[in-house]
């Protein structure tokens, strides 16, 4: 995992996910870290929901990066 998950898979799942949240202000950045990565919303809130998202729909997102 790595990069082209981040991109291919994390980014493109997230955009939807902000449009289905109706928050298309909320920005998000995507974090690597080589073998981790992850998307942060700006929104706490829905960033606690796309967590919960992720791990509904067994995504690799690691909420333990930071920036």
Not at 48 to 53: D, E, Y
Request: charged fraction near 30%; hydrophobic fraction near 35%.
């Amino acid at each position: 995992m790595g990069v082209e998950y981040l991109y291919f898979v994390l980014v493109p799942v997230a955009e939807e996910f902000r449009k289905q949240a109706l928050s298309k202000n909320s920005s998000f950045v995507a974090i690597n870290s080589g073998r981790k990565c992850r998307i942060k919303f700006s929104d706490k809130t829905l960033d606690k929901n796309w967590q919960a998202f992720c791990a509904q729909h067994e995504l690799k997102n690691d909420s333990r990066l930071e920036y």
